[in-house]
């Protein structure tokens, strides 16, 4: 099941930016689901609000504050990352908005809750989806 644009809409209000279109279009068509073991956070979608709920939004706003204050005694900042999907045990894949790829759109990066450290893996969300053996 996918979504629709209002349901972006409304997440990209909420975030204070705007997704993606690689992102988006991938939403459209497939919000809720995942990438073989790689859970990509859907947007809420008030016509399946269970499978919808734990929500990029969602996890912005709770989860991924509460790992960032694991940093806050550093001067490391990560207000530019969007995490998109959680790989492993905390670790995330997140959008960079302060690096664009080739697209326009936003890098994909690897944001590890130990170190911090971020890793660019691919120049968009569509060439992240196109990645040989991509997680998941």
């Known amino acids: 099941m996918g979504t629709l644009s209002d349901a972006i ?3 990209e209000k909420e975030l204070g930016r705007t997704l993606p279109k690689s992102f988006s279009d991938w939403l459209l068509a497939n919000n809720g689901k995942s990438l073989g073991a790689l859970t990509i956070f859907p947007v809420l979608d008030a016509r399946d609000p269970r499978k919808t709920w734990e929500s990029i939004v969602h996890h912005f706003k709770k989860d991924w504050q509460e790992w960032l204050e694991n940093f806050s005694d550093t001067s490391t900042d990560f ?3 969007l995490p998109f999907a959680e790989f492993g045990t905390g670790d995330y894949y997140c959008f960079n908005y302060a690096v664009n790829g080739q697209t326009g759109e ?4 690897l944001w590890s809750h130990e ?3 971020i890793d ?4 968009s ?3 992240f989806l196109a990645m040989p053996g991509r997680p998941g």
């Open 9 to 11: 809409q409304a997440a």
């Open 79 to 81: 207000s530019a990352l």
């Open 106 to 109: 936003p890098v994909v990066v």
């Open 115 to 117: 170190t911090g450290e």
């Open 120 to 123: 660019q893996v691919a120049e």
């Open 125 to 127: 969300f569509a060439a």
